[in-house]
C-alpha cells in the first residue's frame, strides 16, 4: 500500500509541477475535464486516491493528516459528479479569466501536498 501511496504522491507532485511551469499547457489539458465523460474520470481518480490515502495510512508517518487528505478526497470525488458539467465550466472559465497567476498558486499547493505525502510515505513509521 505503501507504494500506492508513493503514486498518488509522485501523481498529484506531477500535476503541481505542470501547472507551475506551463499553466498554459495545464489550462488546456484540464479544459478535457470539464466534459461529462471527464468529470466522471476526475471523479474516479479522487476517490482512488482518497482509497489509497486511507488504507495506507496506517503504514505512514503522518497517518492522521492522511486519513484527512484520505477523507477530503474521497468526499471530493463522490460529489464531483454533483457539480454538472455547467458549473464546473464556471469553474475553470473563471480560473482561466484570472490568469496563470492563480493557476501557479494552485500547482504550488499541490507540489506542497503531494511532497507531505511523499514524505509521509518515504521512511518509516515512527514507533508510538
Not at 503541481?16 to 478535457?32: C, I, N, Q
Request: hydrophobic fraction near 60%; include cysteine.
Amino acid at each position: 500500500m505503501k507504494l500506492l501511496g508513493l503514486l498518488v504522491a509522485l501523481s498529484i507532485i506531477c500535476i503541481g509541477l505542470m501547472a507551475l511551469v506551463a499553466p498554459d499547457r495545464f489550462l488546456s489539458a484540464a479544459e478535457y475535464t470539464v466534459t461529462p465523460k471527464g468529470l466522471y474520470v476526475i471523479a474516479a481518480l479522487r476517490v482512488i486516491f482518497g482509497l489509497v490515502l486511507l488504507g495506507a495510512s496506517s503504514a505512514s508517518r503522518l497517518p492522521k493528516t492522511l486519513r484527512v487528505f484520505g477523507a477530503v478526497a474521497l468526499i471530493a470525488g463522490l460529489t464531483t459528479p454533483l457539480l454538472g458539467v455547467e458549473r464546473a465550466r464556471a469553474i475553470f472559465n473563471w480560473s482561466s479569466i484570472h490568469g496563470t497567476g492563480l493557476i501557479r498558486v494552485w500547482g504550488a499547493i499541490a507540489l506542497a501536498v503531494g511532497g507531505l505525502i511523499a514524505y509521509a510515505f518515504a521512511g518509516r513509521r515512527r514507533a508510538v
